[in-house]
Each structure stands twice: as C-alpha cells, then as structure tokens.
C-alpha cells in the first residue's frame, strides 16, 4: 500500500514525490500569508463583506522578520 501523506507534483516522476512534512517544514522556514475576500450582493446591492488574512510561519521566523525592522 503506497503512503497516502504524499504529494506528487503534476508531470514529475514517481521517485519526485514531496511528503507532508516537507511542505509544512518550508512553509513554516519561510512563512505564508493567506489573503481572500468575497462580497455577497443582491441586486447589485453589496450586503456582507467577509475578509480574510493569515499567516502562517513559526514563531523562529516571525521574530527573524521583526528584528530586521
């Protein structure tokens, strides 16, 4: 039974698989930030605002990022 916590890049080869771990290791060495937003509207009235932001990085890198400043 072939590991399920895998991701395989689109095109790439079998032996290029990229784990979970990995991601989440970059992710949290570099950090991300998360931005969305949707407007609901009715009759071309804008009713609701929803906003999103996110980040996502370790507290190491974050304090990296505030000590430059």
């Given at each position: 039974m072939k590991n399920q916590n895998v991701i395989t890049?689109?095109?790439?080869?079998?032996?290029?698989?990229i784990s979970l771990l990995d991601i989440l290791?970059?992710?949290l060495n570099a950090g991300v930030v998360i931005q969305g937003s949707m407007v609901i509207s009715?009759?071309?009235?804008?009713?609701i605002y929803l906003g999103?932001?996110?980040?996502?990085?370790?507290v190491e890198?974050?304090?990296?990022?505030?000590?430059?400043?």
């Open positions: 890049l689109a095109g790439a080869d079998s032996e290029s698989d290791d970059h992710v009715l009759a071309g009235v804008d009713l999103l932001s996110a980040v996502l990085t370790s890198t974050a304090l990296k990022h505030v000590e430059k400043e």
